[in-house]
């Protein structure tokens, strides 16, 4: 087994390959992971994300309009609990610059979700006052991306801070005191007990609920959900925490500790 650990997207990231020899192949992996964070990153003032926000149109590369793309669809068919229009919230809410920087200051206003945008090929265009944060579906998006990049060497797996997407082998992953074996496909894993802050005085968390602009208000902690990839998994584990329908395969952490099993696992 090789390993590689490096941060990107604001997070820890491993990628595992059973397989000998395989540096190259990792730094591939890498160098891909790294490609993808510098364009959708909303924190560097040189990516195209932040372009997009600033101008509210753009001649998008081929991975950032797919995953808006897929952002739109996701939107669609979680009836707008994923919705990535959120951006104003997070800021709104403190999460204005990279996780590590976060330090507590004033409040602001929560600013509720919404508005339009199209993709049309590679042209983004954004409604007035519309701007984007793609945070997971992208983190997802390059974990499946780097590990196609992974799997030319051998079996492996790429996880990004909770994000897995997998290519053959046989992989146990430890679940909430479940282990689960996945040789292909994905999961995500998201929480109010991951990226917290302080704001105002208030604890603040990174899972806005579209509807009132704020961070969810649950008795949910954490949910994990396996899906046919990342992307997919980061959708459905986002819109199960807002109260969605356990389509997929998943596991529910609540407040008080109890552990429920939907979607058909267990």
């Not at 160098?31 to 924190?43: N, P, S």
């Amino acid at each position: 087994m090789t390993r590689r650990t490096f941060q990107a997207m604001g997070t820890d990231v491993e990628l595992l390959v059973d397989a000998p020899g395989a540096e190259r192949h990792l730094a591939d992996a890498e160098a891909e992971f790294r490609r993808l964070d510098r364009a959708m990153t909303r924190f560097r003032g040189d990516s195209e994300l932040r372009r997009l926000n600033r101008d509210g149109e753009i001649e998008a590369s081929p991975d950032l309009a797919r995953v808006v793309a897929l952002a739109l669809d996701a939107r669609e068919r979680t009836g707008g609990r994923f919705d990535p229009t959120v951006h104003d919230a997070l800021v709104a809410a403190g999460y204005d610059r990279t996780f590590s920087e976060l330090e507590d200051g004033p409040s602001s206003p929560p600013t509720p979700a919404g508005g339009g945008f199209r993709v049309d090929g590679r042209r983004i265009v954004l409604e007035p006052g519309v701007r984007l944060d793609l945070g997971g579906i992208a983190k997802g998006y390059a974990a499946e991306r780097a590990a196609e990049r992974l799997a030319i060497a051998g079996p492996c797996l790429v996880n990004a801070g909770g994000d897995i997407a997998i290519r053959g082998g046989c992989w146990p992953i430890g679940v909430e005191g479940f282990t689960l074996e996945l040789t292909a496909g994905g999961l995500a894993t998201t929480g109010r007990d991951r990226r917290r802050w302080r704001r105002g005085g208030r604890e603040q968390h990174h899972l806005i609920d579209p509807a009132t602009g704020a961070p969810a208000r649950t008795d949910v902690l954490r949910v994990t959900v396996v899906a046919g990839d990342a992307v997919e998994a980061e959708v459905a584990a986002t819109s199960l925490f807002l109260g969605g329908e356990p389509g997929l395969p998943g596991v529910v952490v609540t407040d008080d500790g109890r552990t429920r099993l939907v979607g058909g696992l267990g």
